[in-house]
């Protein structure tokens, strides 16, 4: 089943476009995820209903766990696009040891503001966004009578009065914001960039610029929590809905040394806590990992008060599995859902083309079915992690050449071929039992 389809409404070339490229390279797509969105009806009116808390003032802890191949990456995307409908502002953070550790939380933040993007901006949008804040708050001032001369005085009266929570832990977050308002009043280009990129936790920053804004040193672990707290503050006063934080990958815990692997677990632990206690009003926070990071001994289960937190039921059918539950369980593809998803991307493309109906003449549903099961089959068998590679050879092998060669039948014309220099690690392991190097399938 998908959430939504070609025929189901108009679809811009643009979008159209924007997935059929990312499905070409063999990649998740950025937007356009309701167009081939499988298996995920079920999770979408739950999800909806968080939001809509979330936008209320609510905060909203969710995980999400699935063999490697089974979407979580997809799952988070789509779940952004729905975010973004709603004005959420959306930041994805892929968690490793050496770039971004679980256990850092002030590089945790600083990836956020990197990767942090709104339904009008494009990663990083943290200083669109506090321009927009700063002009609603001299619309509040306008609105409430101030004139020309009162502006300043008043827009410091309602910025300190909305910080007021925040200033609590984080003062340093409000003091940055007055002197990035000083800078850019003043003209001063090259320190209002600065104190923003400090506002952004990246370490550093000029010491003159820091001087400037009235700040000291840098982020650290525990005032990243309150730096969160403020652009939560700022984001809604803003204008936005909310904030969706996805850390992805979390399943690389398990195999950092076990002294970091403790203290990001405890990390987990302590976000999932502020979460709960309603600290991050407009906060949604999302992970993702697989069942052995969920249920192994090297994963949470290693603190009991992580597991505790994170226990769900998973022992029923999984047609029934609960989707307001904490943590959610990805069904993963069969060869029914591989070859369902490879129609919907074969009526995407052909909505676009001029010879529409050559091509679904041609890569016909028998077809579909059959490169599904070839791919599949150089795949080990191993169906669940097939959807990229299969809709790489979709898309740029077969529909491309049926589009532009009249004469090309996939039949007659395509073997499948898949060189161990395309795949994925996991896709790679999943073949070697196949074959040494490469594998031709002649397809019936």
Do not use: C
């Not at 097939?386 to 039948?409: C, I, T, W």
């Not at 896709?427 to 074959?435: K, Y």
């Amino acid at each position: 089943m998908r959430t939504d389809s070609p025929g189901s409404g108009p679809v811009s070339a643009a979008r159209r476009r924007g997935v059929l490229d990312a499905l070409r390279r063999g990649a998740v797509p950025e937007n356009g995820l309701d167009l081939l969105a499988t298996g995920l009806d079920h999770f979408g009116t739950a999800l909806d209903g968080e939001l809509d808390a979330v936008r209320s003032g609510s905060s909203v802890f969710k995980a999400v766990r699935g063999e490697y191949g089974s979407g979580k990456t997809f799952f988070a995307r789509w779940l952004g696009e729905r975010a973004k409908r709603r004005n959420f502002a959306v930041a994805e953070i892929q968690i490793s040891e050496t770039e971004t550790p679980l256990h850092r939380l002030e590089t945790v933040y600083r990836r956020l503001t990197e990767r942090l993007a709104t339904p009008g901006f494009p990663p990083s949008a943290l200083r669109p966004v506090v321009d927009s804040w700063f002009y609603a708050l001299e619309e509040d001032a306008l609105a409430a009578g101030a004139t020309e001369e009162e502006l300043p005085r008043r827009v410091e009266q309602l910025m300190t009065a909305r910080l007021t929570e925040v200033s609590r832990h984080a003062p340093s977050f409000a003091t940055a914001l007055r002197g990035y308002r000083a800078a850019v009043e003043a003209g001063d280009e090259g320190t209002a960039s600065a104190v923003m990129a400090w506002l952004g936790g990246q370490p550093h920053v000029a010491a003159a610029a820091r001087r400037t804004a009235g700040v000291r040193g840098d982020l650290d672990h525990f005032g990243a929590l309150g730096f969160l707290q403020g652009l939560l503050t700022v984001l809604r006063d803003s204008g936005h809905s909310g904030l969706l934080v996805v850390l992805d990958e979390v399943e690389t815990l398990q195999r950092v040394r076990s002294d970091a692997r403790d203290k990001a677990l405890n990390a987990l632990r302590q976000l999932i806590d502020e979460v709960h206690s309603g600290r991050f009003p407009g906060l949604y926070l999302l992970i993702t990992g697989t069942p052995a990071f969920f249920d192994g001994r090297q994963g949470v289960q290693r603190l009991a008060p992580l597991a505790q937190r994170l226990a769900t039921d998973f022992s029923t059918d999984p047609r029934f599995d609960n989707p307001r539950a904490v943590q959610l369980r990805l069904p993963g593809f069969g060869q029914d859902s591989l070859i369902d998803l490879g129609r919907t991307i074969r009526d995407l493309y052909a909505s676009g083309s001029s010879a529409s109906t050559h091509i679904t003449d041609v890569v016909d549903d028998a077809y579909v079915a059959d490169l599904a099961k070839a791919v599949g089959g150089a795949l080990g068998g191993k169906v669940g992690i097939a959807p990229r590679l299969f809709l790489k050879k979709l898309v740029g092998d077969v529909l491309d050449r049926v589009d532009q060669f009249e004469d090309f039948d996939p039949r007659r014309h395509y073997a499948l071929t898949v060189n161990a220099a395309e795949l994925t690690e996991v896709e790679r392991n999943a073949a070697a039992a196949d074959r040494a190097d490469d594998v031709e399938l002649d397809l019936p």
